[in-house]
C-alpha cells in the first residue's frame, strides 16, 4: 500500500474547496482527532470513498445518501479516521491565516474584527523583519495610523506582545472558530476531550 505523505493529507481538503459543498468527510487521524481544526480536516466525498476501498481509512459515520457503481451501492461516509498516525507538525507555518488565528482575527491594537491586514511592529523601514515576533494582525485604520512609525511614536499600544505558537496554541484556537457547516455527526469527535462543566 502507497503511503500518503503527511502534507498531502494536511493539504488536501484544501486542494477543491467547490467539492466540499455536498457531503464533506471528516477526517480523523488514527487517534480520533480532527488532522486540524481550522481550517477543518474535511475531504470531498469522492476522497472519502476513495481512501475506503484503497484501506486507507475506517468509516466511523455515514450520511444517508449512498451512492452506486456498476457493483456496489455505499453510503457516504461522514466521519473517517485514518488507520495509520500522521504526526503534528512540530512547528506552526508562518502564513497570514496562521497569523490571524494566533490573534484570533483580532486587531491586536483596537481589538477590531473587521478589515483586518498586518502590521511590522518594527516597520521594515526601521529594520524590522517579517517574523512571528514582529508581525501582528491589524485593522486598515490602526495599521494607516502607526504607518512606518513606532509603536511609542504612533500612540498605539499592543494587546499582547507577537510570539511564535506552538501546535498545540494553534490547535487549542483552531477549535475556538467552528466552519459555518458543522454535520451533526462531526460533533462527538471535534469536542469529544472538551472539558465539561460542573
Request: charged share 25%; glycine share 4%.
Amino acid at each position: 500500500m502507497a503511503v500518503t505523505t503527511d502534507i498531502e493529507f494536511r493539504t488536501s481538503f484544501v486542494r477543491e474547496p467547490g467539492a466540499l459543498r455536498q457531503f464533506p468527510a471528516l477526517v480523523l487521524n488514527a487517534d480520533y482527532r480532527p488532522l486540524s481544526y481550522y481550517p477543518l480536516s474535511l475531504w470531498p466525498w469522492q476522497e472519502a470513498v476513495k481512501a475506503v476501498f484503497l484501506d486507507r481509512v475506517t468509516i466511523v459515520a455515514e450520511y444517508d445518501q449512498t451512492v452506486r457503481s456498476q457493483r456496489q451501492a455505499i453510503r457516504i461516509p461522514s466521519v473517517v479516521v485514518l488507520k495509520d498516525f500522521v504526526k503534528p507538525q512540530k512547528r506552526v507555518a508562518f502564513t497570514r491565516f496562521n497569523l490571524f488565528l494566533r490573534d484570533e482575527f483580532r486587531c491586536q491594537y483596537c481589538g477590531s474584527t473587521h478589515d483586518l491586514t498586518f502590521d511590522h511592529v518594527v516597520p521594515r523601514a526601521r529594520g524590522g523583519v517579517t517574523s512571528w515576533e514582529n508581525v501582528v494582525a491589524a485593522c486598515s485604520p490602526c495599521n494607516l495610523r502607526k504607518g512606518s512609525r513606532s509603536l511609542r511614536e504612533s500612540g498605539l499600544r499592543l494587546t499582547r506582545a507577537p510570539r511564535q505558537p506552538s501546535p498545540a496554541e494553534m490547535h487549542n484556537r483552531g477549535r475556538r472558530f467552528p466552519p459555518n457547516h458543522l454535520h451533526k455527526s462531526w460533533l462527538d469527535y471535534l469536542y469529544w476531550d472538551a472539558e465539561l462543566e460542573a
